[in-house]
């Protein structure tokens, strides 16, 4: 089974820190790397993703930080707020296979007032 | 109107008991999946769906089944309920047009198996 590995599990910031989520995959056929964020009550929706054809993405408050040699890569929320929290998952995908996406186990980001 | 809707939102049922859940979408998409989310376990795939005439199980389908009623309707069958099948369970679904995969899930369904 090829697995994608996120850490931590949960994790706890205050406001206006940063958020940082890390994630490793081990096949090297992956080619499509996003982010999904799920609120409570909710089902996960994209937020952000990265192609290995650049080292960083950024929206807004949200960036993507990749490192193909490593098989790394981050997701970083910058000056976090309460309204961020939520499940973030990462994902990755192969555009060659039949495009299922390989989650990991998610993280639970709570960011206090 | 959402765009992936599920139904039921919640159901509770007892073993043994069939229940199926639905899933209904407006976008057009080609590619329909069904995952099951457990509190550290991420979303797990139990089964997919490239077009009305292509089903494939997923990571854990012992135990469920599908039906690609149309290219818009994609449900999920228990067939006899455990109780460890409760969890939350989701539709999503992605258009083979496009190469980033991106899906798009419903609102989710809560199963409680008693």
């Known amino acids: 089974q090829q697995q994608v590995k996120q850490s931590p599990q949960s994790l706890i910031v205050q406001k206006g820190g940063i958020s940082i989520i890390n994630c490793a995959y081990e096949n090297t056929a992956f080619d499509y790397f996003p982010w999904y964020q799920q609120f409570p009550g909710k089902g996960p929706a994209l937020l952000i993703a990265?192609?290995?054809?650049?080292s960083e993405k950024k929206e807004g408050r949200f960036t993507i930080s990749f490192n193909k040699s490593a098989k790394q890569f981050s997701l970083h929320i910058m000056d976090s707020q309460p309204g961020d929290s939520a499940t973030y998952f990462c994902a990755a995908s192969s555009g060659g296979s039949q495009g299922n996406l390989i989650f990991g186990k998610g993280t639970k980001l709570s960011v206090k007032p | 109107d959402a765009d992936v809707t599920q139904t039921p939102r919640n159901r509770i049922t007892k073993t043994g008991k069939r229940i199926m859940l639905e899933c209904s979408q407006t976008?057009?998409?080609?590619?329909m999946y069904w995952y099951r989310q457990d509190p550290g376990l991420g979303l797990r795939l139990i089964y997919y769906s490239f077009d009305v005439k292509d089903i494939n199980k997923g990571e854990i389908s012992d135990g469920y089944s599908v039906s690609r009623q149309a290219q818009a309707k994609f449900s999920l069958s228990l067939e006899s309920a455990i109780p460890n099948q409760t969890a939350l369970y989701f539709c999503?679904?992605?258009?083979?047009?496009?190469?980033?995969?991106?899906?798009?899930f419903g609102p989710g369904t809560r199963l409680t198996v008693l």
């Open positions: 999503a679904t992605s258009d083979s047009a496009f190469y980033t995969d991106t899906q798009y």
């Open positions: 990265i192609r290995p054809d650049v």
């Open positions: 976008k057009g998409h080609d590619r």
